[in-house]
C-alpha cells in the first residue's frame, strides 16, 4: 500500500478510536492557549491499546483519521466557541507527499469551521524521519497557516541540530527536564539556558508534564508562559475543559 492510497482510503482502519483534550495553559493571563488530542480508545483506554493495532499498512489512515476525527470532535464540542487552538499529533513517516496528504485535513477545517491558523501539529524528535521530508512538511505547513511544535524536546535523536535546521513555532519541553526542577540546579540551568534560547530564536517554549505547584513556580521564575500536565489539569475523555477546572495560581 502506497501513502497516497492511505490518504485516499483515510476510513480504511481495522478498529475504532476516540480523543481525550488536554489543555495547554497560559499561566501569565490564565487563559487556555490549545486543547492537546490525545489517542484514546472507544471507552477510554490509553493509547498504548490504540498504537498496539498499528501496522504499516494501517499508519497512513491512522494519521489521516486522528487528524479528522480530532478537528470534528472539538468543534462538536464548541473549540470555535473560545480563542484556544487545537494541536494534533502527527507522524511525519506517514506522509508520502504532503501537499495530497495535508488535503483531507483542509477539507475538514473548512466543513467544521476550524481555520489553519486554530490547528497546532506536533511532531517528536523521537521518531527518526529524514530530514529533507521533514522540512518539506514543515515547510508547506507553515505557509498554509499551522503552527507547528516540536515535541518531547530533550528526550529524542536529533536535539538541537533538528532546531538549527527546522525551528518549530513552539518547542516542547520533555517532562524529563521539568521533573524536579524545582531541587535540581542542573535541570534549572538547562531550562533557564532554553528559554533564552527561545526569546532569540522567536520561538513559544512549552513546558509539559508540570505534576507539583512547586515545578509550577519555579518555571514562572525562569519566564515560563505555557504549560501543561496533570497538575494544572488533567485530560478529559471526548471533552473539553473550561477555565474553571484550571488549577491556576496567581
Not at 35 to 45: D, M, P, S, T, W
Not at 69 to 85: F, T, V
Not at 159 to 169: E, K, N
Request: include cysteine.
Amino acid at each position: 500500500m502506497t501513502g497516497c492510497t492511505g490518504c485516499r482510503n483515510a476510513d480504511a482502519l481495522p478498529f475504532e478510536f476516540s480523543i481525550a483534550f488536554q489543555p495547554i495553559v497560559d499561566v501569565v493571563d490564565c487563559s487556555i492557549f490549545a486543547y492537546e488530542a490525545l489517542v484514546r480508545g472507544v471507552n477510554g483506554e490509553g493509547a498504548g491499546s490504540i498504537f498496539a493495532r498499528l501496522t504499516d499498512d494501517n499508519l497512513y489512515a491512522f494519521d489521516q483519521r486522528c487528524r479528522v476525527k480530532a478537528i470534528e470532535l472539538a468543534a462538536s464540542l464548541g473549540l470555535m466557541d473560545g480563542d484556544a487552538k487545537l494541536s494534533i499529533n502527527f507522524m511525519p513517516r506517514a506522509i508520502y507527499e504532503p501537499r495530497a496528504c495535508i488535503k483531507l485535513t483542509l477539507e475538514t477545517g473548512r466543513r467544521c469551521a476550524v481555520p489553519p491558523e486554530r490547528l497546532i501539529f506536533e511532531f517528536t524528535e523521537t521518531e527518526q524521519t529524514d530530514k529533507a521530508k521533514l522540512a518539506e512538511i514543515l515547510t508547506l505547513y507553515r505557509a498554509l497557516g499551522f503552527e507547528t511544535a516540536l515535541d518531547d524536546f530533550g528526550s529524542g535523536y536529533a536535539g538541537l541540530s533538528l532546531l538549527a535546521d527546522m525551528p518549530p513555532g513552539i518547542l516542547k519541553l520533555d517532562m524529563t527536564l521539568i521533573r524536579g526542577i524545582d531541587a535540581d540546579p542542573v535541570r534549572h540551568a538547562i531550562v533557564k539556558h532554553v528559554f533564552a534560547l527561545g526569546k532569540e530564536l522567536d520561538i513559544k517554549i512549552l513546558c509539559e508534564g508540570v505534576e507539583t505547584e512547586a515545578e509550577v513556580e519555579t518555571l514562572r521564575q525562569l519566564g515560563a508562559r505555557l504549560m501543561q500536565g496533570y497538575y494544572l489539569c488533567r485530560p478529559a475523555f471526548e471533552a473539553l475543559r473550561t477555565r474553571d477546572q484550571i488549577a491556576f495560581r496567581a
